[in-house]
């Protein structure tokens, strides 16, 4: 980027500034903030010369299609409409949840901050690279991963890997502040606190409070299992104190396996995700070097929209 030395900055953006170049991470909610206003002010502020977005191809596309949609007036105006490309359960429960959250958010599109990323970097010419995995293949991935754990036992008890992801989704929230501490020589790094992001802006927590009612309903609907079991046993002569037993055991199994997914979800969502976010990085701050060195050369090719403009 350039000169940002007077430039404020929310609380949701850390940064690693080096002698020749700086790297400025915009936290975001995907609905109900004020990430999407964030994301365009920290931009045009910093101007900076490559823009990566947490997108890939397909969801971009069809972000475009949902804001011409709503320009034009027409109902499939909100990203939750949008087509997705998730298989069976997988595809009814994305859809749930971007409506829940576009519910809760006061009917705001999801994903409205990387438009709005996107028209920024646009106006100042920076170069926008979009840097996550494909969509469909997420949700494959997911599919898949949920299908090996409940069909082979050794993937189901495969207790390090679980381990692994749950301790990985721990550690994230400790990772910034020690990397912020260390400071190592020729860097300056600024982390990012959740608690003072969500003080600035507590419209962040939507997407949290949706994921926690819809968790406190599955809590809900095991429990109701749990009672149910506690009342029916035909064929015990001891009903009463087989029954419970039979509860414990059941919601003992329900969180061992909610944990497994939650380890698979861990491993597809976050962990190789921030590898590839990684990887798109780190070519990003390449490409923003070869630009300032003269050894990139950048070319533009405008192209009419307009089918009767084209011979």
Known sequence: ???????????????????????????TAHTGSRSAEEARAVIEALNPDVVVLELDQQRFDNMLLARQAALRGSTASNLSRAKLSAPGVLEWAVRVFYGWSAALGGGSAVGAEFL?????????????????VRGREITREMTLRYKEAIQSPREFFDLPRTFNSLTYLIRMGRAVDKKARRNPKGLSIRGVNFGEVVGEDPGKLRPLVAA???????????????????????????????????????????TFASLVMLGRTVEVLLMERDSVLSETSTRAVRLARGLARGTLLRQCFPFDTDPTATT
């Open 116 to 132: 709005a990323a996107a028209e920024a970097a646009q106006r100042c010419g920076a170069v926008i690279m979009l840097g996550d």
């Open 1 to 27: 980027s350039n000169n940002w030395d007077d430039v404020t900055l929310p609380k949701c953006v850390g940064y690693v500034r080096g002698p020749e170049q700086e790297v400025f991470v915009v936290g």
């Open 212 to 254: 926690g009612t819809f968790t406190a309903l599955v809590t809900a609907l095991v429990t109701s299992l749990g009672y149910l079991s506690n009342t029916y046993t035909p064929f015990s002569p001891v009903a009463g104190g087989l029954a419970a037993a039979e509860a414990v055991m059941l919601e003992a199994a329900v």
